[in-house]
């Protein structure tokens, strides 16, 4: 852009990002969110043919935010190709047509919004679901070990933390399992369990 064609954006650059009494000071002394606003509007008002945003929505209050959104979602149906980079799914399932799910740098599922954010919050309940169990793992055998050097007295209750009672019955496990019968601790909403 020339200096012309920015100094006719340039009031509406400052008006978007909100920061009209601070526009005089050196950007040097912008906070980061400061520093944000006015990037993300003059990426916006210079209205780009295309558009890579990277996290930028994070920025700012709910207020601002939505002004964001609002801004994309215009250049969208103008006809602007937006690269959104993002981790909010609300934002992503909201401004995207199409959706590329990478994980370490592997192209995972690529399609519409509802379908890949489905697998990926899929992913990410399978991916809790094994730390709880190598967490419970490690944490029952702790136990196991606390357990044998409870005090017990044929005469007196089996007391040790977490426990009580004579010992006469005792449940030693409880196991989740899914409907292929694979060991979990969460479920997601509409997840089937195992009937066993």
């Known amino acids: 852009f020339s200096k012309k064609e920015i100094k006719k954006k340039l009031d509406q650059i400052i008006a978007f990002s909100e920061l009209k009494e601070y526009i005089d000071n050196p950007v040097r002394n912008y906070s980061s969110g400061m520093y944000m606003r006015l990037a993300f509007s003059v990426a916006i008002m210079v209205e780009p043919d295309i558009l890579l945003i990277d996290e930028v929505l994070a920025v700012g209050d709910a207020a601002f935010q939505q002004k964001c959104m609002d801004q994309l979602i215009a250049l969208k149906n103008?006809?602007?190709?937006?690269?959104?980079?993002?981790?909010?799914?609300?934002?992503?399932?909201?401004?995207?047509?199409?959706?590329?799910?990478?994980?370490?740098?592997?192209?995972?599922?690529?399609?519409?919004?509802?379908?890949?954010?489905?697998?990926?919050?899929?992913?990410?309940?399978?991916e809790e679901n094994k730390r709880l169990i190598e967490e419970s793992s490690q944490n029952q055998e702790s136990s196991e070990l606390t357990v044998n050097e409870g005090v017990q007295d044929e005469s007196e209750n089996f007391v040790s933390e977490g426990r009580w009672g004579n010992r006469y019955v005792e449940i030693i496990d409880v196991e989740l399992t899914d409907e292929t019968g694979e060991k979990k601790l969460g479920f997601m909403t509409g997840e089937k369990r195992s009937e066993e």
């Open 78 to 126: 103008r006809g602007t190709t937006i690269v959104f980079v993002s981790h909010d799914l609300n934002a992503v399932e909201k401004l995207c047509d199409r959706v590329i799910w990478i994980n370490k740098g592997i192209i995972q599922e690529d399609g519409r919004p509802k379908k890949v954010i489905d697998k990926y919050l899929l992913f990410l309940s399978n």
